[in-house]
């Protein structure tokens, strides 16, 4: 099938490429670049002979926020868990601050600044707000596993970084909280704190505003806008209208592939990517 026609603009230095309906996927590739925190080339993850990502070639840059949208099953979480090494992928590369990092586990991967959170909450309910963080940095710090166990990781360095995470979230008076006893909305913004206390330097939410209520959302969202000036950052978001002035960069995903990629307007007010997503041009 030959390639339709390809709308370019300007995001920064990279260019934009929307394909229109008679196009499948983009057919160009996108080459490491220096100035790029963030890289994946042409990866793909297959499951039992499905493609569940098929040769997608992205990229983030310093500071940078960008989401990333598409139907139920079109890989979004597969290719967040190709980034930040819970899937190996079949072929293709990930490249992190200029470092291969395609056979990195995932706990390095966090040590060395990408951390990420989950589309289910996923907290320890059963011991403080606090000492959820505290375990969570013990793990990123290296200090002994002990130290929490034994009471003994209240050192200046630990509740420091600590109590800047849920001031961040808003969170620093139910610090002594069971995490059974929070909201669903209050247990989304003490996983962020938990990203945010291992102190990222790219960040990447899965869904945060999935089973929120409409005051939780907007809550979360403020939080975000909070500290998006402090790192980079990659949102995957079914709810498009909560997202749509928050990113700075859009891309589209369809059966395993990216389709488009650029400003958020311009993405979304084309036909071939709003045939996709809501089956009407």
């Excluded at 320890?124 to 003994?152: H, K, P, S």
């Excluded at 610090?175 to 909201?183: E, G, I, K, R, T």
Aim: hydrophobic share 45%; with cysteine; charged share 25%.
């Amino acid at each position: 099938m030959e390639s339709g026609p390809v709308k370019k603009n300007v995001l920064g230095s990279s260019s934009v490429a929307v394909r229109d309906a008679s196009a499948r996927s983009l057919s160009q590739t996108q080459p490491f670049t220096e100035e790029a925190i963030l890289e994946a080339c042409a990866v793909t993850k297959r499951f039992d002979g499905f493609a569940a990502v098929s040769k997608v070639s992205w990229s983030l840059r310093p500071g940078e926020v960008a989401g990333i949208i598409g139907p139920n099953g079109a890989g979004k979480t597969t290719l967040f868990n190709l980034l930040t090494g819970m899937f190996p992928p079949n072929e293709g590369s990930v490249r992190f601050r200029g470092d291969d990092i395609t056979r990195c586990p995932p706990h390095k991967r966090v040590k060395g600044g990408l951390v990420r959170t989950f589309q289910l909450v996923s907290v320890f309910d059963r011991i403080t707000v606090r000492e959820n963080l505290v375990l969570a940095v013990i793990a990123v710090t290296g200090a002994r596993r002990a130290q929490f166990f034994l009471g003994q990781s209240d050192s200046p360095e630990i509740v420091g970084m600590c109590d800047e995470a849920l001031r961040l979230v808003g969170l620093e008076r139910k610090a002594m909280c069971l995490a059974m006893q929070l909201s669903y909305g209050e247990k989304r913004k003490l996983e962020i704190a938990l990203a945010l206390s291992l102190r990222p330097v790219v960040l990447l939410l899965d869904e945060p505003f999935a089973g929120l209520s409409d005051g939780e959302i907007a809550e979360v969202l403020e939080l975000v806008q909070r500290v998006k000036s402090t790192l980079s950052l990659v949102i995957i978001e079914h709810k498009i209208s909560q997202i749509v002035d928050l990113v700075t960069r859009l891309s589209v995903m369809h059966e395993g592939r990216l389709i488009a990629d650029g400003v958020p307007r311009d993405v979304l007010a084309d036909s071939w990517v709003r045939q996709v997503y809501w089956g009407r041009a």
